[in-house]
C-alpha cells in the first residue's frame, strides 16, 4: 500500500474515534470510517509480475485503452495509447520500458474530465521520456476531474527498469503513451489494462509477436 493510505486512513479513523467520544451516534461515526476504509483501498499497491520478452513496452497504469492508434507530431509519427483509469483502478503508475530517464516535465493546468481529449493538452500533466538505447518512449501522466495531484518520483538521468514503480496520479486521470510507430501495437481499444504487465506494444526488431495476445490479458 501506498503510504499516503495510512496517513488518510490512520486520519480518517481518529476523526471516528472523536466523534463517537462525543456523540456516540453510530452513524456519524460510520461516515469516517467508511472514508477510511475507502482510501485504505484506493491507495492499494499490489505486486506484479512484469513481463520479460524483448522489445514489450508494458503499460504505466491500470485502466481501460481509450485510444490506440498512429498519430502525427511534430517529431513524426508515433503510436499513441491512451488509458483511462476511474477511482477504482490501482493509480500507482509504472515504468514502461527499460532505459534512461531523458526529460521530466510538469505543467500546471485545468481539471477537465480526463475523457474528453482536450484534457491531454490543458489539464495539470507530468510528461516523462525514457531513453531505451534504439529507441525512445514518452508518458505522460494527466490529472482528471477529481485528481487534485500528480506524483512523480523520477528526475532525468535515472535509470529505470521496465514495470518499476514511478509515482501515481490520485483519485481518477489518464495516461498517454506515445511509442515509436514502428511499434507492433498489442491492445485496442476497450481493452481493460493491468499497470506493469499488460503489454502495449512490441518494437519489430524483438521478433515475431504473431503470439501476441498472450501479453494482451489483464
Not at 485545468?110 to 534504439?134: K, R, V, W, Y
Request: aromatic share 8%.
Amino acid at each position: 500500500m501506498v503510504r499516503d493510505g495510512f496517513f488518510y486512513g490512520l486520519a480518517l479513523l481518529v476523526v471516528a474515534a472523536i466523534v463517537w467520544h462525543f456523540t456516540e451516534a453510530g452513524a456519524l461515526t460510520a461516515i469516517p470510517v467508511l472514508l477510511a476504509v475507502f482510501f485504505l483501498w484506493f491507495f492499494r499497491d499490489p505486486p506484479r509480475k512484469i513481463p520479460d520478452g524483448p522489445g514489450q513496452i508494458v503499460s504505466p497504469a491500470d485502466g481501460k485503452v481509450d485510444v490506440a492508434e498512429w498519430v502525427e507530431t511534430t517529431a513524426g509519427g508515433r503510436l499513441r495509447v491512451t488509458i483511462f483509469l476511474n477511482v477504482f483502478n490501482v493509480h500507482v503508475n509504472r515504468v514502461p520500458v527499460s532505459g534512461t530517464v531523458e526529460l521530466v516535465e510538469y505543467r500546471e493546468g485545468q481539471f477537465l474530465n480526463a475523457m474528453n481529449p482536450d484534457s491531454a493538452i490543458h489539464n495539470e500533466q507530468t510528461l516523462i521520456t525514457i531513453n531505451a538505447g534504439a529507441y525512445e518512449v514518452s508518458f505522460k501522466q494527466v490529472a482528471g476531474l477529481l485528481a487534485r495531484r500528480i506524483v512523480c518520483n523520477l528526475k532525468a538521468g535515472d535509470r529505470v527498469e521496465r514495470g518499476q514503480r514511478m509515482g501515481m496520479i490520485k483519485f481518477g486521470s489518464r495516461v498517454d503513451v506515445l511509442m515509436p510507430a514502428e511499434a507492433r501495437l498489442w491492445v485496442k481499444k476497450g481493452q481493460r489494462v493491468v499497470g506493469g504487465k499488460s503489454v502495449l506494444a512490441v518494437m519489430p526488431e524483438a521478433g515475431d509477436v504473431s503470439a501476441g495476445s498472450q501479453g494482451r490479458s489483464a
